[in-house]
């Protein structure tokens, strides 16, 4: 007990305002939760403002007409009305002008901001008043007393108990209101609740910080909450904690410095934010870039398949395939390791093997190779870049553009240096429809519709087709029917027929 | 088949609703009695009022003049009877939530405010997340799934509240094949429950195949009734008007044989054959 009462006649003046600010700071800090989530900062930053003139008009009012001192009631009451009127006010001119919320916000801001300094520093008026404007700006926690222990008492239990028994009607506001309003719940009771909670914060922040910072009580130790948890209520016990740890370490910091506390705890929050930003285990910056440095490039991986389906060994040595990629060795056995995992690669000591899924998708990868050199060669392309130019390009292999591109160049079957292009098997899997322009030679199908009437007689629903050749240089299709004759078509004719594919491979 | 022990009751009736944000009205005297058991379409072009109409069945907008009645009783005095998954673009995707979280939402209607979740409603909750088989993920943080896991986590949420009607706004907009078959999966065994479904959607060319009744709206009521009698090329043409031939164009299909293939045989999903 000895280092209390030392403690306590040292700086027994210090214990009212760390009580109070302590109170404060966690209230401030919870309704900052919601603030954020429902975007509605300026909310906090327009009770703050208006509090000038709002205090200023509950001082006049009481000392003209009952001739008393300063009434903390009627002050707060002239700072909650003042704050109604304003946000009130920047809806009003942004709903019936084309000025945007922005500007409606600064105009009404600084608008009835002036409007209070200007009664003060008015001399018939300033009379009357004597409000200290540097703490107003600043804050003045130092020199609280007790009936602004009370306040801050009664504030913050309030908060508690209203976020503790509503929570989850707060929330389902938030996040969905419109399904909140189909279960009954009062939407719009709820957001007044909500803004009332949020003028009783500011108002007692405002002893703390200052009408000009106090919004950062509200909405920096929330932020930095948002940053760090995933879940609602986590992280409103995170930014109450947030915000108390900052409020002693300001508070401590001016002591220390012979500061004003208010500043310094803002800067204490605005720190921790900034330290939230860089370092937060999963929404950090340093994460971020962590994780990007040590992903796997997409482009490796598709190198590594391609490397070992154009190998043509089954069995494929880890060198080999390092060696044909140019990229760094860490880099390919990482993107190797990944592979493995993805169950695309099988790993038999020091050689590698693709599996059936991973076969699969170099298929596909080398068909968009081959078929982005195709296209390079019918731009103009010259022959020595078009492999290089190709490699770049194939990791643009999503189906639609290698589809489109396919379509475009009239579905060839041979790149240019004459290698076999791979069919669509993508599309062309066992009974989903496909034109059968995707149809090669060989493969067998069933007819499904035929969209172009002068076919109409020759192929029939149902009728089994079997791929013929090309010709006239690959741009006439031919189909084989049961009987035995062939039908030639054009691309367009082909595309207008759709069939099933019924093998899995070439007849 | 659907219980038709309700069926002199709709399951949604809207009379002569009209519901305005400014001077221009996004509905204007829309009126349309769903029966109990249906799969119904909301087709129309961008901001002709879909969303709208569903908010208002919901009870969240409140119409200028008219009214809503759900299963027969006045909208405003309804609660928790109809659940309602979003449209992707109107949620929050970094609200602190998980996806437990927010099918537990579906639970929330059934208590009164000072009473806690019990343990049940989260079994209701894990078997909705089951249903829409989005269990594995049930600890994620919501903006870290796929478009078409987002979409069941919802599913799983009007799911959890076992409400007997679901609206759904826009639930096929970009999800994938599989991800569109699935949910279609979910809603058609809803209806065998008997549910009663109103699904805003954007694609003409499936709205055919997907629904037993489409409602045409754009700000008015153009057309309510069987796809075939709602997708008439005049109709729609004068609702979509030269933007049809945008989307002929997209689609490589004229309109009539997009209204052709929907009426192929072979392509039922589990209608009636009358
Ligand atoms: N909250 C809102 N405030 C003002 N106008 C709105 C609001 N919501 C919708 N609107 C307007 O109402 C009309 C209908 O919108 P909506 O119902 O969302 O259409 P849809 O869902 O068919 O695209 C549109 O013109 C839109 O701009
Ligand atoms: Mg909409």
Same mark, same amino acid.
């Given at each position: 007990?000895?280092?209390?009462?030392?403690f306590h006649l040292a700086n027994g003046h210090l214990i009212k305002p760390l009580v109070v600010g302590t109170l404060v700071s966690l209230a401030c800090s919870v309704v900052g939760c919601f603030?954020?989530?429902?975007?509605?900062? *300026?909310? %906090?930053?327009?009770?703050?403002?208006?509090?000038?003139?709002?205090?200023?008009?509950?001082?006049?009012?009481?000392?003209?007409? &009952?001739?008393?001192?300063?009434?903390?009631?009627?002050?707060?009451?002239?700072?909650?009305?003042?704050?109604?009127?304003?946000?009130?006010?920047?809806?009003?001119?942004?709903?019936?002008?084309?000025?945007?919320?922005?500007?409606?916000?600064?105009?009404?801001?600084?608008?009835?901001?002036?409007?209070?300094?200007?009664?003060? %520093?008015?001399?018939?008026?300033?009379?009357?008043?004597?409000?200290?404007?540097?703490? *107003? /700006?600043?804050?003045?926690?130092?020199?609280?007393?007790?009936?602004?222990?009370? #306040?801050?008492?009664?504030?913050?239990?309030?908060?508690?108990?209203?976020?503790?028994?509503? *929570?989850?009607?707060?929330?389902?506001?938030?996040?969905?209101?419109?399904?909140?309003?189909? #279960?009954?719940?009062?939407?719009?009771?709820?957001?007044?609740?909500?803004?009332?909670?949020?003028?009783?914060?500011?108002?007692?922040?405002?002893?703390?910080?200052?009408?000009?910072?106090?919004?950062?009580?509200?909405i920096t130790p929330a932020a930095s909450a948002y940053l760090l948890f995933d879940r609602l209520n986590r992280m409103i016990v995170a930014a109450a904690a947030i915000g108390i740890g900052c409020?002693?370490?300001? *508070?401590?910091?001016?002591?220390?410095?012979?500061?004003?506390?208010?500043?310094? #705890?803002?800067?204490?929050?605005?720190?921790? &934010?900034?330290?939230?930003?860089?370092?937060?285990?999963?929404?950090?910056?340093?994460?971020?870039?962590?994780?990007?440095?040590?992903?796997?490039?997409?482009?490796?991986?598709?190198?590594?398949?391609?490397?070992?389906?154009?190998?043509?060994?089954?069995?494929?040595?880890?060198?080999?395939?390092?060696?044909?990629?140019?990229?760094?060795?860490?880099?390919?056995?990482?993107?190797?390791?990944?592979? /493995?995992?993805?169950?695309?690669?099988?790993?038999?000591?020091?050689?590698?093997?693709?599996?059936?899924?991973?076969?699969?998708?170099?298929?596909?990868?080398?068909?968009?190779?081959?078929?982005?050199?195709?296209?390079?060669?019918?731009?103009?392309?010259?022959?020595?870049?078009?492999?290089?130019?190709?490699?770049?390009?194939?990791?643009?292999?999503?189906?639609?553009?290698?589809?489109?591109?396919?379509?475009?160049?009239?579905?060839?079957?041979?790149?240019?240096?004459?290698?076999?292009?791979?069919?669509?098997?993508?599309?062309?899997?066992?009974?989903?429809?496909?034109? %059968?322009?995707?149809?090669?030679?060989? &493969?067998r199908a069933e007819i499904v519709r035929v969209e172009d009437v002068t076919l109409q007689d020759r192929l029939r629903p149902g009728a089994k087709v079997l791929g013929g050749p090309r010709s006239?240089?690959?741009?006439?299709?031919?189909?084989?029917?049961?009987?035995?004759?062939?039908?030639?078509?054009?691309?367009?004719?082909?595309?207008?027929?759709?069939?099933?594919?019924?093998?899995?491979?070439?007849? | 088949?659907?219980?038709?022990?309700?069926?002199?009751?709709?399951? @949604?009736?809207?009379?002569?609703?009209?519901?305005? =944000?400014?001077?221009?009205?996004?509905?204007?005297?829309?009126?349309?009695?769903?029966?109990?058991?249906?799969?119904?379409?909301?087709?129309?072009?961008?901001?002709?009022?879909?969303?709208?109409?569903?908010?208002?069945?919901?009870?969240?907008?409140?119409?200028?003049?008219?009214?809503?009645?759900?299963?027969?009783?006045?909208?405003?005095?309804?609660?928790?009877?109809?659940?309602?998954?979003?449209?992707?673009?109107?949620?929050?995707?970094?609200?602190? @939530?998980?996806?437990?979280?927010?099918?537990?939402?579906?639970?929330?209607?059934?208590?009164?405010?000072?009473?806690?979740?019990?343990?049940?409603?989260?079994?209701?909750?894990?078997?909705?997340?089951?249903?829409?088989?989005?269990?594995?993920?049930?600890?994620?943080?919501?903006?870290?799934?796929?478009?078409?896991?987002?979409?069941?986590?919802?599913?799983?949420?009007?799911?959890?509240?076992?409400?007997? @009607?679901?609206?759904?706004?826009?639930?096929?907009?970009?999800?994938?094949?599989?991800?569109?078959?699935?949910?279609?999966?979910?809603?058609?065994?809803?209806?065998?429950?008997?549910?009663?479904?109103?699904?805003?959607?954007?694609?003409?060319?499936?709205?055919?195949? =997907?629904?037993?009744?489409?409602?045409?709206?754009?700000?008015?009521?153009?057309?309510?009734?069987?796809?075939?009698?709602?997708?008439?090329?005049?109709?729609?043409?004068?609702? =979509?008007?030269?933007?049809?031939?945008?989307?002929?164009?997209?689609?490589?299909?004229?309109?009539?044989?997009?209204?052709?293939?929907?009426?192929?045989?072979?392509?039922?999903?589990?209608?009636?054959?009358?």
């Amino acid at each position: 007990m000895d280092w209390l009462t030392e403690f306590h006649l040292a700086n027994g003046h210090l214990i009212k305002p760390l009580v109070v600010g302590t109170l404060v700071s966690l209230a401030c800090s919870v309704v900052g939760c919601f603030i954020i989530l429902r975007r509605l900062s *300026f909310l %906090s930053d327009a009770i703050a403002h208006a509090m000038l003139a709002g205090v200023v008009g509950g001082y006049l009012l009481m000392k003209l007409l &009952f001739g008393t001192e300063a009434h903390v009631g009627a002050m707060l009451l002239g700072a909650l009305l003042a704050g109604v009127v304003t946000v009130g006010m920047v809806g009003f001119v942004t709903r019936v002008s084309r000025v945007k919320q922005d500007t409606a916000i600064g105009i009404m801001y600084t608008g009835i901001f002036a409007l209070g300094a200007f009664a003060i %520093s008015m001399k018939s008026l300033g009379q009357y008043i004597h409000i200290d404007i540097y703490h *107003f /700006i600043v804050g003045s926690v130092i020199s609280v007393g007790n009936s602004e222990l009370w #306040i801050a008492g009664l504030v913050t239990a309030f908060i508690v108990a209203v976020v503790m028994m509503f *929570f989850r009607q707060l929330q389902l506001t938030s996040f969905d209101p419109v399904m909140a309003a189909s #279960i009954g719940v009062p939407v719009v009771a709820v957001d007044y609740l909500l803004t009332a909670c949020t003028s009783l914060v500011v108002v007692s922040g405002v002893r703390i910080a200052g009408v000009i910072l106090v919004v950062a009580l509200v909405i920096t130790p929330a932020a930095s909450a948002y940053l760090l948890f995933d879940r609602l209520n986590r992280m409103i016990v995170a930014a109450a904690a947030i915000g108390i740890g900052c409020f002693w370490a300001g *508070f401590f910091l001016a002591h220390a410095a012979g500061a004003s506390p208010g500043p310094s #705890i803002v800067i204490t929050g605005t720190g921790f &934010f900034l330290a939230t930003l860089v370092f937060a285990p999963k929404y950090g910056l340093l994460v971020d870039w962590n994780r990007r440095r040590r992903a796997v490039p997409q482009e490796i991986k598709e190198d590594v398949l391609g490397a070992i389906l154009r190998s043509e060994q089954e069995w494929v040595p880890i060198n080999d395939v390092v060696r044909h990629i140019a990229s760094n060795k860490p880099k390919i056995r990482r993107a190797i390791i990944h592979l /493995i995992r993805q169950d695309l690669l099988d790993q038999k000591g020091t050689e590698l093997r693709l599996t059936s899924q991973g076969r699969r998708e170099g298929r596909r990868l080398l068909r968009a190779h081959r078929i982005w050199e195709t296209y390079l060669d019918r731009m103009g392309t010259p022959a020595n870049e078009l492999h290089g130019q190709a490699h770049k390009l194939e990791h643009m292999n999503d189906e639609q553009t290698i589809d489109y591109l396919d379509d475009k160049l009239g579905h060839p079957l041979k790149d240019p240096h004459g290698s076999t292009i791979p069919e669509d098997f993508v599309d062309f899997e066992e009974l989903s429809e496909v034109r %059968s322009s995707l149809l090669r030679e060989g &493969f067998r199908a069933e007819i499904v519709r035929v969209e172009d009437v002068t076919l109409q007689d020759r192929l029939r629903p149902g009728a089994k087709v079997l791929g013929g050749p090309r010709s006239a240089d690959g741009i006439r299709w031919s189909l084989i029917t049961e009987d035995g004759a062939t039908v030639e078509l054009s691309h367009d004719q082909a595309d207008a027929v759709f069939v099933h594919r019924v093998e899995s491979e070439p007849a | 088949m659907s219980s038709s022990k309700s069926v002199s009751k709709p399951a @949604i009736e809207v009379q002569n609703l009209t519901v305005s =944000y400014g001077p221009v009205p996004a509905l204007l005297d829309v009126s349309l009695a769903i029966p109990a058991g249906k799969l119904v379409g909301v087709i129309g072009p961008n901001g002709s009022g879909k969303s709208t109409l569903i908010k208002a069945i919901l009870g969240f907008v409140k119409p200028d003049i008219g009214s809503v009645k759900i299963l027969g009783e006045d909208v405003a005095r309804v609660k928790g009877r109809v659940a309602y998954v979003p449209q992707r673009g109107s949620v929050d995707w970094d609200f602190p @939530i998980t996806v437990r979280e927010v099918a537990l939402m579906g639970r929330y209607g059934s208590k009164r405010w000072w009473q806690d979740m019990s343990k049940n409603d989260y079994a209701l909750a894990d078997r909705a997340l089951q249903q829409v088989r989005m269990s594995e993920f049930s600890r994620r943080q919501i903006g870290q799934l796929s478009g078409g896991q987002q979409q069941r986590v919802f599913m799983a949420r009007a799911l959890a509240q076992d409400a007997d @009607i679901l609206l759904l706004d826009e639930p096929f907009a970009g999800v994938d094949a599989a991800t569109e078959g699935a949910i279609l999966n979910v809603l058609t065994e809803a209806r065998q429950k008997g549910k009663t479904m109103v699904v805003v959607h954007h694609d003409l060319e499936t709205a055919c195949e =997907y629904f037993d009744l489409l409602i045409l709206l754009k700000q008015r009521m153009f057309a309510f009734g069987s796809p075939e009698q709602v997708l008439e090329p005049e109709l729609l043409s004068d609702v =979509y008007e030269g933007k049809l031939r945008v989307f002929e164009a997209l689609t490589n299909h004229t309109l009539e044989e997009v209204l052709q293939k929907g009426r192929l045989p072979g392509k039922e999903d589990g209608r009636s054959p009358e």
